[in-house]
Nanobody, 126 residues
Framework: QVQLMESGGGSVQPGGSLRLSCTAS????????MGWFRQPAGTERGGVASIHTPAGSTYYADSVKDRFTISQGNAKNIMYLQMNNLRPEDTGMYYCAAVSGRCGLNWHETLHYNYWGQGIQVTVSS
């Protein structure tokens, strides 16, 4: 059974940085897409960034381009989201997601993924 676990969330002031980690277990696929989703309080969950293994292709929401970087660790079951120059609007629950196969045009859609972590809170406030 595939399990995803997020870590690294917390509170930070505007302009600060955080790095989120997602550790996957029970994954047996050779090709898969992993992504990060964000859900501010009272709103829908939306795609932030995704990465494809083994191609390494990355996808970003316009709101985080040039500020966030998604990457994989040396161990392919770990994914990171480096978040720099954080803004108050980046506040929300962050979820790790995964699906076998491609990321594709639907990388930002929740229905594209069939495995989810429990989520972790990120708060950006002065």
């Amino acid at each position: 059974q595939v399990q995803l676990m997020e870590s690294g969330g917390g509170s930070v002031q505007p302009g600060g940085s955080l790095r989120l980690s997602c550790t996957a277990s029970g994954y047996t696929y050779d090709t898969y897409c992993m992504g990060w989703f964000r859900q501010p309080a009272g709103t829908e969950r939306g795609g932030v960034a995704s990465i494809h293994t083994p191609a390494g292709s990355t996808y970003y929401a316009d709101s985080v381009k040039d500020r966030f970087t998604i990457s994989q660790g040396n161990a392919k079951n770990i994914m990171y989201l480096q978040m720099n120059n954080l803004r108050p609007e980046d506040t929300g629950m962050y979820y790790c997601a995964a699906v076998s196969g491609r990321c594709g045009l639907n990388w930002h859609e929740t229905l594209h993924y069939n495995y989810w972590g429990q989520g972790i809170q990120v708060t950006v406030s002065s």
